[in-house]
């Protein structure tokens, strides 16, 4: 490959491996070479503007201009570019934000330890809950239940979890011990005649056989994504959440809402746990902390657990966990700011509201011939295209169709992502009246040139 072509094109194609890419198909292909944001639109290098209707990785809550992230990575860069958390020291952006979170989150979650994504916040998770297990003398309870198609990173424990295909595919996943439970997607994984409630029902039986086969005694944690999102934008059915929560209380199993998507008035909720109406013990933030301009998330979890954790390491000597990055000054000054701007805007509440706006206009297509499903709840929504509209029959090979709409998406000067046959939107929480009737519009086009 010619090391010194101008092309950008060229130069990726002769360098890079793309993550959740083909890789032979990308050497044809090559990429879209993205240059510059504004507001809700991204340009490639041509110029041409891409409403950016997935928010990057559901992820850009103020879009992709604000200035005031940039003047608080450079005022933070100036005053104190890098410093750590280890050994007693610390820093004031990591303190304010952390301060913070514990003032937003749900009630009860009084505590924060700051990774640099997702997937590692989800190890912390995995590990802390060994460790505390450990500590407090129970070693047999580390077994974590999750769910088919959820999605809660790819590093070895949290790629675990995940209970996608291609992220076990050859990657010899799982390795830790995690029990996947039934996608709770009523729509797709509902039997025929079953009602939503019986549907319900039927996977908290199977929650409870589970535990009660494995033994409570074996069981720590309970992880799931309130709404499950990047595996397909999947709303759980009536009464799930609460019912999980009530079987955790009973057998002792610490519940984690992996909110690295549905957090921060995503759902037009402040937090996907509160839209569902169920307390965790652990919550899982990133993304939308940041608006991911630095990589950031969080731990946050109640004082039960640091007290189990914090006896620990005073009995053993220190709590042997953390990265060189963990609570970044950059990365925290920057969340902190972030969130000042949603909160002075009220992106929630205007999330709430285009929310509504969007999952309407969006179900004015629930009649047309190829969607099987429309869904979401406030800001995120789903398209599932069928083969069949009657007998829901998928189209062979599934994702064939789904990746057609992905690329007219971009002809049509809108980026959306498809998960499958499952077409994903999630824009940024700034967007206006106009803006939302403009994506909607673009899916109206989207699908009538998809066959
Ligand atoms: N958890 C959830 C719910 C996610 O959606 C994601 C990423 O999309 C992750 C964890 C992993 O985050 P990261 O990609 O930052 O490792």
């Known amino acids: 490959m010619n090391k010194l072509s101008n092309s950008l094109g060229a130069a ?4 890079a491996l793309h993550p959740y890419t083909n890789a032979r198909r990308h050497e044809e292909k090559g990429p879209l070479v993205i240059t510059r944001g504004e507001g809700i639109r991204v340009y490639d290098e041509a110029g041409k503007p891409y409403i950016e209707a997935l928010a990057g990785l559901w992820s850009v809550a103020v879009g992709f201009s604000e200035s005031r992230l940039v003047e608080a990575a450079h005022n933070q860069m100036q005053a104190l570019p890098y410093y750590h958390s280890f050994a007693h020291k610390a820093h004031e952006p990591s303190i304010r934000l952390g301060e913070k979170l514990v003032e937003m989150t749900p009630e009860g979650l009084d505590r924060v330890f700051f990774t640099s994504s997702g997937s ?6 995995v590990k802390m809950v060994w460790y505390m297990n450990n500590a407090l003398g129970r070693p047999e309870k580390k077994k974590f239940l999750a769910r088919n198609k959820g999605y809660h990173g790819i590093t070895v424990a949290s790629g675990s979890l995940t209970g996608l295909p291609y992220n076990h595919m050859d990657f010899d996943l799982p390795a830790i011990p995690v029990t996947h439970l039934t996608c709770p997607h009523f729509y797709r994984f509902g039997h025929e005649g079953e009602s939503e409630a019986e549907f319900t029902k039927r996977l908290l039986k199977e929650a409870e056989d589970t535990i009660l086969r494995e033994g409570p005694e074996t069981i720590a944690a309970f992880i799931g994504e309130p709404l499950m999102a990047a595996g397909g934008v999947m709303p759980p059915p009536e ?3 609460p019912g999980i929560e009530e079987l955790c209380r009973k057998y002792d199993i610490l519940l984690v809402s992996d909110e690295v998507i549905n957090g921060f008035g995503r759902l037009g909720s402040s937090f996907g746990a509160t839209h569902y109406g169920f307390t965790p013990d652990i919550m899982v933030l990133s993304k939308q902390l ?5 990589p950031l998330a969080a731990v946050m979890f109640s004082e039960k657990v640091y007290d189990a954790i914090a006896d620990n390491t005073g009995r053993i000597g220190t709590f042997g966990h953390g990265f060189t990055a963990s609570g970044h000054p950059v990365a925290t000054a920057v969340g902190l700011e972030n969130l000042k701007i949603i909160e002075e805007r009220d992106l929630m509440g205007n999330a709430q509201r285009m929310g509504e706006r969007l999952q309407a206009g969006l179900r004015q297509y629930a009649d047309h011939p ?4 429309v869904r979401g709840a406030g800001l995120i929504a789903g398209l599932e295209v069928v083969a069949d509209k009657a007998t829901k029959r998928p189209f062979d090979p599934v994702g064939k169709v789904g990746l057609a709409a992905f ?3 971009h002809e049509e000067g809108m980026i959306i992502r498809n998960v499958g ?4 939107l999630c824009p940024p929480l700034i967007v206006t009246e106009t803006d939302v009737d403009e994506i909607v519009a673009c899916m109206g086009r989207i699908l009538d040139r998809t066959e």
Do not use: H, K, P
């Not at 590692?120 to 998770?125: F, G």
């Open 370 to 373: 190829l969607v099987g499903e």
């Open 421 to 424: 046959d499952t077409l994903a």
């Open 12 to 15: 990726d194609i002769a360098t």
């Open 407 to 409: 690329e007219i998406a």
């Open 290 to 294: 940041t608006s991911s301009y630095m």
């Open 120 to 125: 590692e916040a989800n190890d912390t998770v």
């Open 239 to 241: 009464g799930y959440w």
